[in-house]
Every structure is written in C-alpha cells, then in structure tokens.
C-alpha cells in the first residue's frame, strides 16, 4: 500500500494544522470549554469556511468528494489540538449515514446545511443495555399510518444536547438483539416527546441522555429501508473507528512531543533529566507506540471503504487494538514522566490522557476489539505483512 499523501492532501495537512495552530491553543481550547455549548461556534464556522465540513461528501450535494484518508488527516490535526467541536458527531457519524444511507432528495436537503455550517446532527446508537453491540436495541418504532411513533431511551449521544437533528437507531420488528429490523430515524431535537440531558464528559466534551416518548416522524425522515439499517450503521461505525484510530495518533504525537520538551527542560540533581538514559529509554518506548499506532491507523484508513465486511471489520479493530493499548502505553508514561504535575488540570498532558482514554472506550475497548478480531480469524500473514 501506498501511504504517501497526494499533493492535495498534503495541502489540506497544511491548511489544518496551520488553523489550528493559529487558533486553538490550551489556553485557547479553555476558553471555548466555558461556552455553554461546550465548545467555539466560531472554530466552527472556520472549519466551514475551508471545506472541513464538506470533505466526506459527494461535490453534487455541496462537498469535495473526500475519503478516508482525508478524513484521517483532518483527525489526526484535530487530535493534536483536542479540538472540542462536534466534527465526529455532525459530519462523521451522522452524516457518514446520511452518505450511505440517505435519498437523494434527504441529500439535497441536510448535506448542504451540513457542509456549511447551519446543520449540526448527532447520532443516537447506544443504549442501557447495550455496552459495545450495535445491534442491542430496545428503541421502538411502531408504524402508525404516514409516521412513525418511537419510544425508548438513548444514552452517550455525543453532542447531543446542541444538536439541531439526532438520527435514532430504533427497532421496526424482530428481538432486541437481531440484526434485522433496525431503522434510522431523523428526529428534530425539539419534537414533543424527545427530552434530553446534556452532560460533560470526562475529557471535557458534551454528550446527552435523550428519552422518547411516543415521538412522531414521518415517512420523509426515514432514512433507508426502515428495517435493514444496521449494515449501514455497522459501516459507518467502522468509518467512525477508522476517525478515532487518526484522532488517537494525533493526542500520541502532541504527548510524546510535550513530554520530551519537559525532559529537555525539567532538571533534577544538577542535570536535564533528558540525559538519564533510563528516561531517555522510556522516552524511545513512547515514540516506538506512536508509531505502531500511526502505521495501523494507515492501515484502517486505507481499508475502511473495503466493500466486503470482514475485511473492513478486521482492519479496523485490528487498529483499534493497537491504538487502545498504545494510549494506556503512552499515557502512563507521559504522566509519569511530568510526575505531580502531569496530574494538575493546569497542564495540558493530563488533558490528552484522559481523552485518549476515552477514544479506546468509544465504540469499544482493546479487549472488545481484539475479541472480534479473534471471531473473524485474525489478520492474514499477508495483511501483518
């Protein structure tokens, strides 16, 4: 595989890091952590302006036609910034099923809000219940003449409680845990019946608990074939994972390089602590995680838009394996590196720890990973290779 980046590429590279650079400091990135929304509406419509929120989509619904490795780059900038925005949420995962899943007419209709800046989406997958499977949903959605009614609870839907429209997994026919008979329903974030609860979370993003009750949604909100959604979830989920591995090495990039600046700056007995060969070794583990972790980031980004599922499936939890043990890895060694300080909340190591954390969490854990990858039969020699 060929994973060096066109000249577009390298350029969109640029163009991202150049604004982040400019624009989204630690000091900076607390500061928009105090608006209510939990993040900068004004980042926000940045990102509109130089494409960001218009990459994955195809150019005759308002984007530039982007992929995976696009995307990759973009999250990769945005990892090094701990970016507080809803990018993940808006245009990855709600809008990768409005990309995969949606009519031409729902296209034309969000995409272009979307691409713009005007739209911001969320998706509602998780439940109670339902840990790591995607396909555990309890959500009803019951048939009633042009609509559909839904009833059910969703929780950690990220940036839910500033969405303007949540997309709803919801359960049309079949038991709780069949693949079949799952939809995707378009809710506005103000119908009668849906409530929401909007929270931080632990590495200062937004998410919200969201309970509907006997909610209306018409026929023009469905978005597929009301019970053959989930291999389209599944899909974008693996996009998503794909996202999260990119967003990963960019936290892993920024803590092994703040970390060696304190080394070259922290003294201790007279000397920089850099020249203790012990930490320097410590130092070399950190660099050989982040680079293990930036070749199967790669890997999945490059197999991400595989038609076939297994071969997708095990590429991205192959990565997702890989960068859930690299962020305990490097985490552990970056704060314990810092020593007290790594701990406080006015340094920013601390900050991309527990992200990471989070990221190995979301969507499912290194164990989880690796057990799916174990029930798929592993990685081919050829693929290790």
């Known amino acids: 595989m060929n994973f060096d980046l066109s000249e577009e590429q390298q350029l969109l590279k640029n163009s991202i890091e150049?604004?982040?650079?400019?624009?989204?400091?630690?000091?900076?990135r607390r500061i928009y952590q105090t608006d209510p929304k939990g993040y900068s509406d004004a980042m926000w419509a940045r990102y509109a302006e130089i494409g960001l929120l218009a990459l994955p989509f195809s150019e005759k619904h308002g984007g530039f036609g982007g992929g995976a490795v696009e995307t990759m780059i973009a999250m990769e900038a945005f990892g090094k910034s701990l970016i507080l925005e809803p990018y993940l949420a808006t245009v990855v995962l709600a809008g990768g099923l409005l990309r995969l899943g949606a009519s031409e007419a729902q296209k034309a209709d969000l995409i272009p809000g979307i691409a713009e800046g005007r739209l911001k989406l969320a998706f509602g997958y998780a439940e109670p219940q339902s840990r790591y499977d995607l396909f555990d949903v309890e959500t009803q959605a019951k048939k009633d003449g042009d609509e559909w009614i839904l009833n059910g609870t969703k929780c950690l839907v990220l940036h839910g409680d500033t969405a303007d429209k949540i997309v709803v997994s919801a359960r049309s026919s079949g038991d709780t845990r069949q693949k079949n008979g799952i939809g995707l329903f378009l809710v506005d974030a103000d119908a009668p019946g849906l409530s929401r609860r909007g929270y931080p979370t632990q590495d200062a993003l937004r998410a919200a608990e969201i309970t509907l009750e006997n909610v209306r949604v018409k026929n023009v909100d469905v978005i597929g074939d009301p019970e053959k959604a989930f291999p389209i979830i599944s899909r974008v989920v693996d996009e998503a994972v794909a996202a999260l591995c990119a967003e990963a090495v960019g936290c892993f990039e920024r803590m092994q390089q703040i970390t060696l600046d304190y080394l070259k700056a922290r003294e201790q007995f007279g000397k920089k602590i850099g020249t203790f060969q012990v930490l320097q070794h410590r130092a070399v583990d950190m660099f050989v995680e982040l680079e293990q972790s930036r070749s199967m980031a790669?890997?999945?980004?490059?197999?991400?838009?595989?038609?076939e599922a297994t071969e997708r499936e095990r590429a991205t939890s192959a990565a997702k394996v890989q960068v859930g043990r690299s962020a305990k890895a490097i985490g552990h060694q970056s704060i314990q590196l810092h020593g007290g300080i790594g701990m406080t909340m006015e340094y920013s190591i601390g900050h991309y720890f527990k992200h990471v954390t989070m990221l190995d969490m979301l969507f499912g854990d290194a164990d989880h990973h690796l057990t799916r990858l174990a029930s798929l039969g592993g990685l081919s020699a050829e693929q290790v290779n």
């Open 18 to 28: 150049r604004l982040l650079a400019d624009s989204y400091g630690f000091e900076k």
């Open 298 to 307: 790669m890997y999945a980004a490059m197999m991400v838009g595989e038609d």
